[in-house]
């Protein structure tokens, strides 16, 4: 087992390792930047490293910086947490050239399945069903618009090196889709310095149902079952629940089987997701994969009693999964993503310090967060300041308790999504279930409005 691990990350993530870390009894290494030299996981961790000024791109994305820091410290691993360079095979090679291990699945592992055109290959080639689109990434407009109208009207267009929303454009015809091309092809060389884009049939509204995946170094690869986070805004989850409220044991049997099978075409080891669209006749199709801990990791953990993270450090150190199926789910589980930002002015971030920050509590109530009364939320970074996640015997226990939960979150000195995320859980669309993807896009107009 590892002596010391680094963690290359902040804010809750960061907490959420350097806790898992100590049941493992193993030491940890906090990095930050000037703007986090007050966080919690500076203070937690056995050790920290000033990484740099505010800014990510001078800080927590420095890869030579975050080397030398494990290298100071004598960290013999380093664990990514999710965004900044989680998903970098650049750095997981890196961390290998080094002599530091990686926590996460490899280089070649995190390539394949980071290009959304190699890993739709490598997902076909094992018989996944992926949406249909073009092969590869298409760089003629002409001949994109040619693939489209064969597949039919409406269709996206996407970042081939893309996440997060980004460099994604829908054309519903012809004469929308050349201007389409071009404004993705330009936001995804804006955000990735690379502008090729692939197009595939455009869903007008699937669910987005991902499963976790487990791997080891001894050829085991299994599902924890899937977790629903069709609530969406710009294809940024806000609300996450599993079981899905319209899974069928034998649709999560088609659905976890293919899933797994994804994995194990690619050897798959550590946590990952695969990502799914579930339409409304039933079918399902591939559409990425995650390869690092999710966000919404706490939701699985709750339901199946696996702790995810201490999964990823032992399998990283060589040692084989604890569990190798799927245990019988506890209940339900909804997370809540609480962001410093204004829903009624378009969701604008709301940077500044909390002077008030009281933390709901009862049975099932689960709360991941790296902020406290007096924490400056800093504007450089993404405005989670926690995940409230509640776990119920059936989903309207738990949609009682995160009810509850988010009236008793007392936050004050900030503008936060807990208002509107309440009326999410009291929209009877929501409660029966009934969302897709661009829900939100219907429904927003009254949701994001205060009540008079």
Not at 157 to 185: C, H, N, T, W, Y
Not at 325 to 340: K, S, T, W
Request: contains cysteine; glycine residues 10%.
């Amino acid at each position: 087992m590892f002596k010391k691990v680094l963690i290359a990350n902040r804010g809750e993530i960061a907490l959420r390792v350097i806790r898992a870390c100590r049941e493992l009894d193993i030491q940890t290494v906090a990095v930050y930047s000037e703007a986090d030299r007050e966080s919690l996981h500076v203070r937690y961790a056995d050790d920290d490293v000033c990484i740099g000024p505010p800014s990510g791109r001078d800080s927590y994305l420095k890869i030579t910086r975050l080397i030398a820091a494990a290298e100071i410290t004598g960290a013999d691993a380093i664990h990514p947490g999710y965004g900044f360079l989680a998903e970098n095979a650049e750095f997981a090679e890196t961390c290998r050239a080094s002599g530091i291990t990686f926590i996460g699945p490899t280089p070649d592992q995190i390539r394949t399945m980071g290009d959304k055109a190699s890993a739709r290959r490598a997902m076909q080639d094992v018989g996944v069903p992926i949406v249909p689109g073009s092969p590869g990434p298409v760089e003629d407009p002409e001949e994109a618009l040619e693939f489209a109208r064969s597949i039919g009207f409406p269709v996206i267009i996407k970042a081939a090196a893309g996440g997060g929303g980004k460099g994604m454009r829908v054309a519903r015809d012809p004469d929308d889709f050349l201007r389409s091309f071009q404004l993705a092809r330009s936001e995804a060389l804006s955000a990735f310095g690379n502008g090729d884009v692939y197009v595939e049939k455009f869903l007008e509204r699937p669910r987005h149902v991902e499963f976790q995946i487990l791997g080891d170094t001894h050829g085991n690869v299994i599902h924890l079952g899937e977790r629903d986070c069709s609530v969406q805004r710009r294809h940024q989850k806000l609300i996450e629940e599993a079981p899905c409220p319209v899974m069928t044991p034998e649709l999560r049997e088609r659905m976890g089987e293919a899933a797994v099978r994804g994995a194990k075409a690619i050897n798959y080891v550590g946590a990952g997701t695969i990502e799914m669209l579930l339409d409304e006749d039933g079918s399902f199709y591939f559409m990425e994969m995650n390869t690092r801990i999710q966000v919404e990791h706490p939701v699985t953990e709750q339901l199946t009693g696996v702790d995810l993270v201490k999964e990823q450090i032992r399998v990283a150190a060589g040692l084989p999964l604890t569990v190798k199926e799927l245990p019988p789910f506890r209940g339900h589980v909804i997370e809540c993503r609480v962001n410093a930002e204004d829903p009624s002015r378009n969701f604008q971030p709301s940077p500044g310090k909390l002077e008030v920050f009281h933390q709901p509590g009862g049975p099932g109530v689960r709360i991941d967060t790296h902020a406290y009364a007096g924490y400056t939320v800093p504007p450089y970074y993404d405005s989670m300041i926690a995940k409230l996640i509640v776990q119920g015997s059936t989903r309207e226990e738990a949609l009682k308790r995160m009810q509850i939960a988010l009236e008793s979150f007392v936050v004050e000195g900030v503008k936060t999504t807990m208002p509107f995320l309440a009326r999410v859980m009291q929209h009877p669309g929501f409660q029966a279930g009934k969302v897709h993807t661009k829900w939100l896009e219907f429904e927003g107009a009254d949701l994001l409005k205060e009540p008079s």
